[in-house]
């Protein structure tokens, strides 16, 4: 059936502010829904509060109301639009509630819009978990004993029934807020309280936990012709009782029976079915049993687009989020063809002649005291992914990608070898069991314990075991005498050179060499979805050691585009925006695009964002390889955060060209001695200041600089174990706690100035002339981080007099680094004095923000400005919106119940929100005002 020619503009509503549990891959889903539905002429109007987002911006959607997610943004909308049709799928666990209040409400009806990609009842049905259970047991499919409860009484009354260990998961909620395992009597009141508290309709589902059982999930689309495809399998490495948000996973499934997966996928099929009749997308998980008879228990069943569903469109290149999109305004999937062939249909199963593993990102770090351990409430903050020709490559690939400071898994020297510490972490997972795991087995524990611990499955088990037993081949060997089948059979297995020149103790720049000159080369692979059974007409790669290369080289001139890794605190979704816009401006020019990133969630890592995506960790080795293999005219660093910034001396140092802002103007920012004589030689104030190098020299700088300190490591973003000490006590003991995590790192001690105000400009530079795109004052005085501060744009109390000087300054700073690009600097306003706090001759965390608050795509005029293409002159800047745009700070503080909620110097939020009003007598200013002014805690 063609599209439904009925439906001319549809709403899509977002996800909102970045949050635990609903994260980028929302931006990337709504991006591509939106972009699909344009595509077929119609008309996409959408909301979401998230600025920081490729899905908020004007060349997504026709119409973008960047608005609180509620009812009445809802009817302001569909005042001002005819709409025909809202797409609620797209937006993670909060477009579902609101398309559900807006239902109740009688919106909908009200104004003759149609709810497409999925129906009220699925939701209801999936979302009510007693309503759920008997479904599942109406069409024969086996689930957990469990039961709902309504109040405290009625827990309690379960809990006795079932006897423990059991899981407590509350309804309406995402990121599994309020679930838990409890183990024990003593601990239930207060689990099942929270659990009760947290859902919207008071409600918990309480079943028998089925601890140790493997966890799977299918990712499935059906058309309105009820016809279905199962996309990907995915495996959880970790087994039931952690949140699949915070498990290993891998695709395709590698433990399970072809004919256990024929069950699972006809199970998926009729549950599916049963919850509805729509068209669209829908994850379904399944627990199964670690025994030779495989049972199969359903778990949940979610119709929409999932967490999950970016991952297994960039595991399979098969973009879920659009064909869903096309099913849902009526086409079939037999009249879609494959995005990746171009001539094959979409009605076809993905065959995948590689692995991919995914490994979650943590920031526990940032919640000192917080409890780490892993369990059905999800912590993560991102994740990474690898693509390889085998597990084990793809788990190289995929630890390489974390920056955490590991080279991969294993080969390093940072095994920990205290027998008690490792068994304590196999049993009771954290970020970090992986890395434990592997040290197990080094340390010669057994596998049967092993299993014991953390009910993993022991094929995973065996895979690390032959790593390790590789390592130790290779390490009776000499980079002169190693066999050239052992280095190729160690590259293949996803060792990098710095890991491989650990064991043989030589430098990696000398394992590079030799395997050069014993023509162990990386080659390049299509993700093409059908095993190369037919030819892939986009050009998405991941790299491998073979002899066949299919990355085809053009006589274009090219632009490699370095992306920002792993979502964190600290370096989040805005600095993905950065590169997109970086990508499209460089496109704009006739630059060939080169895209190099490992995050599967964001809109970066779309195979049709650049001209070319290597989905391949931001790790020099991999981008240097590539950079060899493309030849670029030069490399993009500055909007990939510090992520790519970290590698701008390496790239410098290999005499490749940075596009913009030189490396030593980028490295004299960060040095701070380089900078502060750069200031004082052009008289412009900072606060007294001091370097060192450990405690001792600390206490001896203390006595001159005077307390309070701001105490810093240098080289870090988001604030990064930064702190305010107010005596010699703190200080030494926070300087030899940087010292312990960090390493040999330069640390920075700055006179802190007490009861200042603190502000900060971004502004594009050519190396000549300067044009300040924004200046924010922030409303919490000194000390609270600038990305947890609620912030003004323009300042709503600064005056002309502290204005003129923060312009002067930042015009004579960024020329004076001779920035060719973007600038971020951040000041402290003390007495009507203004005095630098730092430089960021980089995209910052604010551009996307100031882009959207005045409707200008100046991440695009950079890029132009970076590559030599433009001059600042050649841009008529002309800001299109009036009044004040505020930036508000979203924490995810529930996730970490236990932790102070005090904001400083480190930061500590996971997204942020935008609110606008035309001037500031609006009561919302006045509330936050009033309430964040007076205060130092959240």
């Known amino acids: 059936m063609p599209k439904n020619n009925s439906i001319k503009s549809v709403l899509i509503i977002g996800s909102g502010p970045i949050i635990i549990g609903q994260a980028c891959e929302f931006d990337y889903s709504g991006s591509q829904a939106a972009r699909s539905l344009r595509e077929e002429g119609i008309e996409v109007v959408l909301i979401n509060s998230n600025p920081a987002t490729i899905m908020t911006d004007k060349l997504v959607a026709d119409h973008v109301y960047l608005e609180p997610l509620d009812t009445d943004s809802i009817i302001k909308i569909l005042q001002n639009h005819k709409i025909d049709a809202v797409l609620p799928t797209m937006g993670g666990q909060t477009a579902l509630n609101l398309a559900i209040q807006c239902s109740e409400m009688g919106i909908w009806e009200d104004f003759g819009v149609q709810m497409i990609g999925v129906d009220i009842n699925a939701i209801e049905i999936t979302e009510n978990r007693e309503q759920f259970r008997n479904l599942m047991n109406e069409i024969g499919v086996p689930m957990a004993p469990q039961q709902t409860a309504k109040s405290f009484l009625e827990g309690k009354e379960i809990a006795q029934k079932f006897g423990f260990p059991l899981c407590i998961r509350a309804s309406f909620t995402l990121g599994g807020a309020g679930a838990s395992v409890v183990y024990e009597a003593k601990e239930f009141d207060d689990l099942l309280d929270r659990g009760l508290q947290l859902s919207p309709i008071h409600e918990v589902m309480i079943d028998k936990a089925l601890l140790g059982w493997k966890e799977f999930e299918l990712e499935l689309l059906r058309d309105s012709n009820d016809n279905v495809v199962i996309i990907c399998s995915i495996e959880n490495m970790d087994p039931m009782g952690i949140h699949t948000g915070d498990s290993i996973t891998v695709a395709p499934a590698m433990t399970l029976s072809d004919k256990t997966y024929q069950k699972m996928r006809d199970m998926a099929i009729k549950m599916m079915r049963a919850i509805g009749n729509f068209a669209g997308g829908c994850n379904v998980q399944f627990a199964v049993s670690p025994d030779e008879k495989e049972e199969i228990i359903a778990i949940e069943i979610n119709p929409r687009v999932s967490r999950s569903s970016a991952l297994a469109s960039k595991a399979t290149g098969y973009p879920i989020a659009k064909i869903a999109s096309k099913l849902a305004i009526g086409y079939h999937l037999t009249e879609l063809s494959n995005q990746i062939t171009k001539t094959t249909s979409a009605f076809f199963e993905p065959t995948l002649d590689y692995v991919i593993v995914k490994i979650p990102r943590w920031n526990f770090n940032k919640f000192p005291g917080t409890d780490r351990k892993l369990g059905l409430q999800m912590k993560s903050v991102g994740e990474v992914m690898g693509i390889g020709r085998s597990f084990q490559e793809a788990l190289q690939k995929a630890c390489q990608s974390l ?4 080279n991969g898994l294993g080969a390093d020297g940072k095994e920990m070898n205290n027998q008690n510490e490792i068994l304590h972490s196999l049993e009771f997972a954290s970020w970090n069991r992986l890395f434990h795991i592997y040290d197990a087995i080094k340390l010669g524990i057994p596998f049967k314990t092993i299993v014991e611990k953390t009910k993993i499955d022991i094929w995973f088990l065996k895979q690390i075991e032959e790593l390790i037993k590789l390592e130790r081949k290779i390490e009776k060997y000499h980079l ?3 066999p050239k089948e052992l280095l190729f059979d160690a590259k293949q297995k996803g060792y990098a050179d710095r890991q491989i020149a650990h064991l043989l103790r030589c430098l990696e720049s000398e394992v590079y060499k030799k395997r050069v000159d014993l023509g162990i080369k990386r080659v390049y692979k299509l993700v093409d979805t059908c095993a190369a059974e037919f030819e892939a007409k986009t050009p998405y790669y991941y790299s491998t050691f073979e002899s066949e290369n299919e990355s085809i080289l053009s006589n274009k001139k090219k632009v490699v585009v370095l992306g920002s890794g792993p979502n964190r605190i600290g370096q989040g979704i805005e600095f993905d925006y950065s590169c997109v ?4 401006a460089a496109k704009e020019c006739g630059y060939e695009t080169i895209m190099i990133n490992c995050n599967p969630e964001t809109v970066s890592t779309d195979f049709d964002t650049a001209d070319k995506l290597y989905f391949e960790p931001v790790f020099w080795e ?10 670029p005219e030069g490399v993009i660093v500055q909007l990939g955060g510090q992520t790519a910034l970290k590698l701008a001396e390496k790239l410098n140092r290999y005499g490749i060209k940075i596009m913009g802002t030189s490396f030593d103007a980028l490295d004299l920012a960060e040095d701070r001695g380089r900078f502060s004589k750069l200031l004082e030689k052009n008289q412009i104030p900072f606060p007294k200041y001091g370097v060192v190098q450990d405690a001792e020299q600390a206490l001896e700088l203390a006595d001159e600089l005077g307390f309070p300190l701001l105490v810093r490591p240098s080289y870090v973003l988001g604030g990064q174990k930064m702190k305010i000490v107010i005596n010699k006590v703190e200080l ?12 040999s790192n330069q640390i920075l001690l700055d006179h802190f100035l007490s009861g200042a105000i603190e502000a900060e400009a971004d502004a594009i530079c050519d190396g000549e002339e300067v044009y300040i795109i924004g200046v924010m004052q ?4 000194a000390g609270i981080h600038s990305g947890d501060s609620y912030a003004v744009l323009p300042p709503y109390n600064l005056g002309d007099f502290v204005m003129t000087q923060i312009e002067e300054i930042t015009k004579k700073v960024a020329i004076e680094l001779k920035t060719v690009g973007l600038i971020n600097i951040q000041f402290a306003i003390k007495d009507d004095k203004v ?8 995209a910052s965390r604010t551009v996307p923000f100031i882009a959207k608050a005045y409707d200008e795509p100046y991440v695009n005029y950079a890029t132009k400005i970076m590559l030599g293409e433009k001059k600042v002159k050649d841009f008529s800047f002309s800001p299109k919106r009036k009044g004040y745009a505020i930036k508000i700070p ?5 996730k970490f119940p236990d932790v102070k909620k005090e904001l400083g110097p480190e930061m500590k939020s996971t997204g942020e929100g935008i609110r606008f009003i035309k001037d500031l007598k609006d009561p919302y200013f006045y509330k936050i005002y009033s309430e964040r002014n007076m205060h130092l805690s959240k």
């Open 732 to 743: 030494e003991h926070h300087v030899v706690d940087i010292i312990g995590e960090m390493g």
């Open 890 to 894: 979203v924490f995810s503080y529930e």
């Open 480 to 482: 002169e005498n190693i």
């Open 778 to 781: 922030h409303i919490e005085p």
């Open 835 to 842: 005095y630098v706090i730092e430089a960021n001759p980089r």
């Open 581 to 584: 816009h970086g990508v499209l």
């Open 403 to 406: 920056e955490i400071n590991r």
């Open 622 to 631: 991999h981008i240097y390889d590539i950079i060899q293999h493309e030849k």
